[in-house]
């Protein structure tokens, strides 16, 4: 079974991840709640929110960390925008198997390193109307 618990949060890809967080944090007015460089993704990201104490999902932003990064392939191809939607699990390689069991392409054998040591795959965005899914599973604590 694949229940989703939340929307966890919904990445957009972005050319300059300091121009972009100067445009969610200061005219947007979010706060920032974390940074990281995902090197096995790709990329360099921070977590926004409307506050940075709330429940509510998160704003991912995605730069490339390299010319190699799926990142960049997203941006050569489509422009800084909406890359992804991502759904909050228990468990993540049991949520994997109800969506391949479901018939859906999910990316990865088992799961990789996410945000904040949490594990995450994909669901490919053919089998989503034209929407990249992830699937997060939270690191403990
Ligand atoms: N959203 C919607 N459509 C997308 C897309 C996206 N993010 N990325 C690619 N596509 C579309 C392309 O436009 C193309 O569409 P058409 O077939 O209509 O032309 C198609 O998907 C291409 O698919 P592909 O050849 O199978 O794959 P790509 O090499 O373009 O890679 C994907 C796409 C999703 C398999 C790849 O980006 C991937 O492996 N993603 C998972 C990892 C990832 O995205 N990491 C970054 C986020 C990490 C995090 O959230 O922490
Ligand atoms: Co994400």
Request: overall charge negative; aromatic content about 6%.
């Amino acid at each position: 079974m694949y229940a989703f618990t939340a929307i966890d949060h919904v990445g957009v890809a972005v050319l300059d991840l300091d121009a972009a967080l100067a445009w969610y944090r200061e005219r947007m007015g979010l706060e920032l709640v974390h940074t990281e460089i995902n090197h096995d993704q790709g990329l360099v990201e921070a977590m926004l929110r409307a506050r940075a104490d709330d429940d509510g999902a998160q704003l991912q932003i995605l730069a490339p960390d390299g010319p190699d990064s799926p990142i960049a392939k997203f941006l050569d191809r489509s422009g800084p925008g909406m890359h992804h939607i991502a759904y909050r699990v228990d468990d993540v390689e049991a949520a994997a198997a109800g969506l391949r069991e479901a018939g859906l392409h999910v990316l990865y054998d088992s799961a990789r390193t996410g945000t904040a040591a949490s594990l995450i795959n994909f669901v490919h965005p053919r089998d989503n109307g034209g929407v990249l899914l992830e699937i997060v599973q939270r690191a403990e604590g």
